[in-house]
């Protein structure tokens, strides 16, 4: 599937750009998907919204239960001072997660399909297994920004081995919040570890002092609809703030590999789904 000069640049690089893998038709397909779960969603039966930023809000019950569901979340600037929408439903959520890929049929065919499995074995996944699935919306105007982190922080494994499969339901540019990865090819330590603890408190442990990069040490992906962006659990990436009047749809998978041991204190302690 993947070409020695792909595997390398993976290897130097931490990430992997596959342009327009996927079909238009396909992305439009998962696009209707989710927004039928939207339509489906009371607004009214939660108020949760998804922060990075404030680590108050991700220790939300509604957060840390979700792992095994189909949750929407709310982008943070969803709401007037009343509580009241500013706009409409369609245009408020921050993300559906986490167990798309094992209960919305049109999701879980697609995180299962034989392009996916077939990469994640030349990543170097030899057991590969999925853990949790998201259809992040990225709203014009009030897309949040996503700071600058490592996603084996939230899916610790010994050895690391979590791999982001992350796929461009729509073009993503610089104006919309593209992701950004580190450009240079140093490899970072794990500088930071998310812990749930045994009474469901939550903790962002410190692993490392080093700094994460200068924004403007990042490289955007600017990518068009269908491309596939898979990279490793010690990438830096961030994404910044939609301010544009177009969303940025896209759909993640965080791989593991079964062989490793995944760290009982993880978020997130849904069966895996295996892709062997
Ligand atoms: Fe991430």
Not at 211 to 217: G, T, Y
């Amino acid at each position: 599937m993947l070409s020695t000069e792909q595997k390398q640049h993976y290897i130097k690089n931490g990430y992997l750009v596959l342009g327009e893998l996927f079909s238009a038709e396909l992305m439009d397909k998962l696009q209707k998907a989710a927004g039928q779960i939207v339509e489906q969603f009371d607004p009214d039966s939660t108020r949760a919204v998804f922060s990075t930023q404030d680590q108050s809000q991700t220790r939300d019950n509604y957060f840390l239960g979700s792992g095994d569901k189909v949750r929407c979340f709310f982008e943070e600037e969803a709401f007037d001072n009343n509580g009241q929408l500013k706009q409409a439903k369609s245009l408020s959520i921050n993300k559906i997660g986490h167990a798309l890929h094992v209960l919305e049929p049109e999701f879980k065919a697609f995180s299962h399909n034989q392009t996916v499995t077939h990469i994640a074995f030349d990543l170097g996944l030899v057991k590969p297994q999925i853990h949790q699935s998201m259809y992040i919306f990225k709203q014009p105007k009030i897309g949040g920004m996503i700071r600058w982190h490592q996603d084996a922080s939230y899916f610790y494994t010994d050895p690391i081995s979590v791999i982001t499969f992350w796929f461009a339901v729509e073009d993503a540019t610089i104006h919309n919040g593209c992701l950004q990865v580190l450009a240079s090819n140093e490899t970072y330590p794990l500088i930071e570890q998310f812990k749930r603890y045994t009474d469901d408190s939550t903790e962002l442990v410190k692993l490392s002092t080093k700094p994460w990069p200068q924004d403007e040490h990042a490289h955007a992906l600017e990518v068009k609809k269908g491309t596939l962006v898979v990279f490793n659990g010690l990438l830096p990436h961030f994404s910044a703030a939609n301010l544009s009047d177009k969303s940025r749809h896209a759909f993640t998978l965080h791989l593991t590999c079964a062989t490793s041991e995944y760290a009982l204190e993880n978020w997130l302690q849904a069966k895996a789904s295996p892709l062997y």
